[in-house]
């Protein structure tokens, strides 16, 4: 968790690199790998993600351990932010007809940029936010406390009735009110 409360995002600036000259074997090789890589993405299958044409706003949740919310819907567009925590949830706010393969998406700090579908997975998460959380054995706050759970920490959501969502984080099971939870709680 960062200092300013954002979870595991580090705010990409332009820094330039020095490129080194490649020579001729070099670029064949490049270009070989190109090519191969290229015939391997027209055969493989698109992302679920991908596929589907649902209604937006809709949940999506990290899939990698890193990945990059960019300006634009395309790898051509500078990175603005990167991410580090897997299962992180996000909300889909945007899908372009001409970029099928992206989707503009919002944080949890309602920061707004684009991410690859093959970064997302589309299962049910949230994310604590504001204060320190209990996840209590039942769907009530009378029933056994089972921990407290910190700002920032993510799991999936197995389904959300009358204020409480029954979550799963690292294998603890329970129940979170719903008031301290973004993600996918509707």
């Known amino acids: 968790m960062r200092t300013d409360g954002s979870p595991q995002a580090f705010r990409l600036g332009a820094c330039a ?24 993405t027209i055969a493989a299958p698109m992302p679920a993600a991908a596929q589907t044409k649902r209604a937006v706003p809709y949940w999506v949740a990290l899939r990698s351990d890193e990945a990059k919310l960019r300006v634009g819907p395309s790898q051509d567009f500078p990175a603005r932010w990167l991410y580090r925590l897997p299962g992180l949830p996000l909300r889909v706010v945007q899908v372009d007809d001409l970029y ?54 993510v799991g999936r959501v197995n389904g959300c009735k009358d204020g409480w969502c029954a979550m799963d984080i690292r294998g603890q099971r329970g129940f979170v009110p719903v008031e301290s939870l973004w993600g996918a709680i509707n």
């Open 100 to 153: 099928p393969q992206w989707r503009k998406v919002e944080d949890p700090d309602g920061v707004q940029g684009w991410m690859h579908v093959a970064m997302l997975r589309e299962s049910p998460a949230a994310i604590v936010k504001g204060n320190m959380a209990e996840m209590r054995e039942g769907p009530s706050a009378g029933a056994r406390l089972l921990y407290r759970v910190q700002p920032g920490v």
């Open 17 to 40: 690199r020095p490129r080194a000259r490649a020579g001729r074997k070099t670029v064949r090789r490049l270009g070989a790998l190109a090519l191969g890589v290229g015939l391997v």
